[in-house]
């Protein structure tokens, strides 16, 4: 049967009327072969309006890390649609997701939530400069921590404008932006410990955060060098600044406990949303208790008219309370996964000659067809070629498989050895046109 996506392409003609781009979020304009329109999914495949399946590596982005539709939050939450809706009061429901987040998390001596990423990303560095009384913050070049001003920089700079390396230029990501918050943020390249040592040593006394991805999923699938967390964490102490792990991918994923579990490195504060709530709209922050005083005190606001909405809490409780309960089976099912699908790819990728670099931790995968050996930064990620890996995409989806531009693969705990193998079918075609 040939592949059809007219039904989407007309929703899409008649989408662009009335929503801009007729598409929800900027990025999925960018979608290939073209934004497509879905009904349903289940497990780890997803339905459109013209009846294609495809397997689903893209997971709503990151938050289906059960599958799509994982029967014990979508109980939760039907049980919760009949009683309550929202309140602007307080829910027993907090209580216990709090609880299990204390218990998992290393780093959570108290949370607090809002509805995504973005806020908790601001709530963490609004604490870090109460608490330290300075302004500045670094980030790394490619890290990705939301589409707000203060954050949505350096994040896929154009190389040959982002400056040297070692001191990379603060880029602003979008049109529109206060010039101000590029004075604020010291950009450095990433999983280079002596960067940011010189950097403290020259300027830590204005330093109020340092936050990173602890895994930098959303350029490149990058893992931290031996030593480089560990690093991190010595440097921010020594000169007094607050290390926040934007855990809002590894969260959940790479371990029960994010990437801290997994590395062993405790930050100060960290963020979480996606994994948490099972492809429900929650994000939270959890940090040391001296710093989350700060909001318990009254002197950091932190606010949101749908933070702890029950439907969200209802359905993120009952996905944590299966990942604690199921987690022995779960973790080692992710990473068996992951590594089979990398070592699919990289077989995919040889018998074409195409060189690249099947990366990631555990089931978050990156591929990227690149002559270099490894990448190691964002210098390395941006130099790949994209333009293959968007045919290949394109080519993907017309074969049932559903991925990620930028070259991440989000596995779940739905998808099976059968999936992955029919995955690696399907891309060894896919790469096969791409290259034609
Ligand atoms: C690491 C990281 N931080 C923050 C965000 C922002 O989260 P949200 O899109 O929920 O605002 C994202 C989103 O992809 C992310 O990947």
């Known amino acids: 049967m040939t592949y059809s996506r007219a039904r989407s392409q007309a929703l899409l003609e008649r989408a662009r009327n009335s929503l801009a781009g007729g598409v929800g979020s900027g990025v999925r304009l960018a979608e290939q072969p073209g934004p497509l329109y879905f009904e349903r999914g289940v497990g780890p495949r997803i339905y459109d309006v013209d009846g294609n399946e495809y397997i689903d590596y893209v997971l709503g982005q990151g938050p289906l890390l059960l599958g799509h539709s994982p029967q014990p939050v979508i109980d939760a939450v039907r049980e919760q649609v009949g009683q309550l809706l929202i309140s602007a009061g307080e829910h027993v429901v907090e209580i216990e997701l709090s609880e299990r987040l204390q218990r998992i998390l290393p780093v959570a001596g108290l949370v ?123 440097l921010t102490e020594q000169y007094g600044v607050v290390l926040i792990f934007d855990e809002v991918i590894t969260g959940f994923r790479v371990a029960l406990g994010g990437a801290q579990e997994l590395y062993g490195v405790t930050p100060d504060l960290a963020t979480y949303a996606k994994g948490i709530a099972a492809g429900l709209p929650l994000a939270a922050i959890a940090g040391r208790r001296e710093l989350m005083d700060l909001i318990v005190n009254g002197s950091v606001l932190h606010g949101g008219t749908y933070n702890t909405h029950p439907l969200v809490m209802a359905g993120a409780n009952a996905a944590v309370a299966y990942l604690e309960r199921e987690r022995d089976t779960v973790y080692p099912h992710l990473f068996a996964m992951g590594d089979r699908l990398r070592d699919g790819l990289r077989a995919v990728c040889a018998r074409h000659g195409v060189p690249c670099v099947a990366g990631g931790v555990g089931p978050a995968v990156q591929l990227a067809f690149t002559n270099r050996p490894a990448i190691v930064d964002y210098r390395d990620y941006a130099a790949r070629d994209q333009a293959l890996y968007q045919k290949f995409v394109a080519q993907l989806a017309v074969r049932g498989v559903r991925t990620i531009l930028r070259g991440t693969w989000y596995i779940s705990a739905a998808h099976t050895a059968d999936d992955i193998d029919a995955t690696v079918v399907a891309t060894d075609a896919a790469l096969a046109a791409a290259l034609g």
């Open 112 to 234: 607090r939530y809002n509805g995504s990423g973005s806020e908790a990303v601001a709530s963490a560095l609004r604490i870090a400069r109460a608490a330290t009384g300075r302004e500045k913050y670094i980030k790394f070049e490619g890290h990705y921590h939301g589409w707000p001003d203060p954050v949505i920089i350096s994040y896929w700079p154009n190389p040959a404008q982002a400056g040297p390396r070692e001191q990379p230029h603060a880029v602003p990501g979008s049109g529109g932006m206060v010039g101000h918050v590029l004075e604020e943020v010291i950009v450095l390249p990433w999983n280079d410990l002596e960067v940011v040592e010189a950097t403290l040593r020259e300027r830590g006394h204005e330093v109020a955060a340092l936050i990173t991805e602890p895994i930098m999923v959303n350029s490149g699938g990058i893992a931290p060098g031996p030593g480089y967390l560990e690093g991190l964490r010595r």
